[in-house]
């Protein structure tokens, strides 16, 4: 439902940009529309299927537990998602609804206090006016937003170091251990690179310098998982069924995201292209066509033993192409 849901608001923000007019004739719906697609993907879609549904139902099995640890704290946490997706919705329609963007507030704990007193109870963390400081707020809020697109894409790239081994007749994936240490060192890096969202706020150049040098950095073990995976596909007999078609869409379109990336590090170039759909453009092939395309991967691959049953193999196809083509 929410995927469904996050679409249909992706299509009203290309019908509104696809004229020269404007369609909803109203900023601030846009912005709603905008806030609730990016929301209800990220939190909604792509996190609750990749660590709720394959972390649940396959971490036992492929380690042969009968279930998680503390099974029935691990159940709420799927009872408390679809009253939150309702409150997201509800915070859509009520009274002008919410136009922030996705970047409303840093979910760490001393973040949204800090921001919860600050609203209610006259402190000033963030606000100048008492001495705050505004760039805190950005900050706080992508050391978590960097470290969450990484918490997105790694159980993608777990999913097509499965598949891809099995498609190609191999045991494992071409050098397992890099592949290892390459994923470590992305989660690693992930959290000390957060300020190269930042680059346009009047950091000094040492700090530019920093978290440029960082953030390119991270193409490397990238870099290692990527020909890896090819390496594997290269030295077997790929069967070209529809999940390696998804493998290979995946393959295809992260490294263009991964390329793309490479170019955003750079401060002296991002200063010309924050906040234009370079960027947009960019994380959305990293993770529209990332994580949703490992999601489906791994969904035609562990379909028959989900559910005992088999997909029309020429429908499955049909999704992929237009899927492919679409995005």
């Given amino acids: 439902f929410a995927a469904f849901a996050g679409t249909s608001l992706s299509t009203l923000i290309r019908l509104e940009l696809s004229q020269t007019g404007s369609l909803l004739e109203n900023d601030h719906l846009y912005n709603v529309v905008v806030t609730?697609?990016?929301?209800?993907?990220?939190?909604f879609f792509?996190?609750?299927?990749?660590?709720?549904?394959?972390g649940n139902w396959f971490l036992p099995l492929c380690i042969g537990a009968p279930d998680m640890a503390f099974p029935r704290l691990n159940n709420i946490i799927f009872w408390l998602l679809p009253p939150s997706l309702l409150l997201l919705l509800c915070s859509s329609i009520i009274e002008d609804g919410v136009g922030t963007g996705w970047t409303l507030y840093p979910p760490l704990a001393g973040g949204i206090t800090m921001l919860l007193t600050d609203r209610n109870f006259n402190t000033s963390f963030f606000d100048p006016a008492g001495g705050g400081d505004p760039i805190l707020f950005q900050h706080l809020f992508w050391f978590f937003g960097h470290p969450e697109v990484y918490i997105l894409v790694i159980p993608a790239f777990g999913i097509i170091s499965h598949v891809i081994p099995y498609l190609a007749g191999k045991n494992q994936v071409f050098g397992y251990i890099g592949m290892v240490y390459a994923m470590a060192s992305i989660g690693f890096l992930g959290f000390i690179v957060w300020a190269h969202h930042m680059f346009t706020i009047g950091m000094d150049v040492d700090t530019r310098a920093y978290f440029s040098a960082?953030?390119?950095i991270i193409a490397i073990p990238t870099g290692i998982k990527i020909f890896s995976w090819i390496t594997t596909l290269a030295g077997g007999i790929p069967r070209l069924d529809s999940p390696s078609l998804w493998v290979i869409g995946f393959l295809f379109l992260f490294t263009v995201g991964g390329l793309t990336g490479i170019i955003c590090?750079?401060?002296?170039?991002?200063l010309i292209i924050h906040d234009t759909y370079y960027i947009v453009a960019h994380f959305h092939y990293v993770l529209s066509m990332g994580a949703v395309f490992g999601v489906f991967a791994g969904f035609y691959f562990w379909y028959g033993k989900i559910t005992g049953l088999a997909l029309n193999e020429l429908h499955s196809k049909i999704h992929f192409w237009s899927t492919f083509i679409g995005v």
């Fill in 36 to 43: 609730a697609h990016a929301l209800i993907m990220i939190f």
């Fill in 265 to 270: 590090a750079r401060a002296s170039i991002d």
């Fill in 214 to 216: 960082a953030t390119m």
């Fill in 46 to 54: 792509v996190m609750p299927l990749l660590i709720g549904s394959f």
